[in-house]
């Protein structure tokens, strides 16, 4: 009888202390996540690479920013203006492919991040995607 308690004991232990619930996989971003990251980056054509980084930091200034920190070596460029907080822009930029490269823009307010479909984000690439073309043809 003491064994047979012992081994109902021993199940009901072991059914209990297992995890019922559905582990999470971490490494796979979330739909959210991968639309955020969609609005938040553009895939742009540059003929000269050399060109991304002075088109970059016109469209801030453009835009009222002040910049802070330019390196071009580690393709990150940060800014900041203060309208009724401070707000601050970081932008990274990599190459694709020959003539492509994918830049992206996180705005934060106040350590607060900016949705990444608020107008600022569209008003940058469009800005930035105009300066592109205006520097690449000598007009600027």
Do not use: H, W
């Amino acid at each position: 009888m003491l064994k047979f308690i012992s081994i109902i004991l021993s199940i009901t232990l072991l059914v209990s202390c297992s995890n019922t619930k559905q582990v999470k996989d971490v490494t796979s971003p979330s739909l959210s996540v991968l639309k955020d990251r969609s609005t938040k980056s553009k895939v742009l054509f540059i003929e000269t690479r050399s060109l991304l980084g002075p088109a970059i930091i016109s469209t801030l200034q453009d835009m009222g920013y002040q910049i802070d920190y330019a390196a071009y070596d580690f393709r990150l460029i940060s800014a900041q203006k203060r309208v009724v907080d401070l707000e601050r822009v970081t932008i990274t930029y990599s190459f694709s492919q020959e003539d492509f490269v994918q830049v992206r823009a996180n705005f934060s307010q106040f350590d607060k991040a900016i949705p990444g479909d608020s107008i600022q984000y569209q008003m940058f690439f469009s800005k930035l995607s105009k300066n592109i073309f205006l520097m690449s043809n000598g007009i600027i």
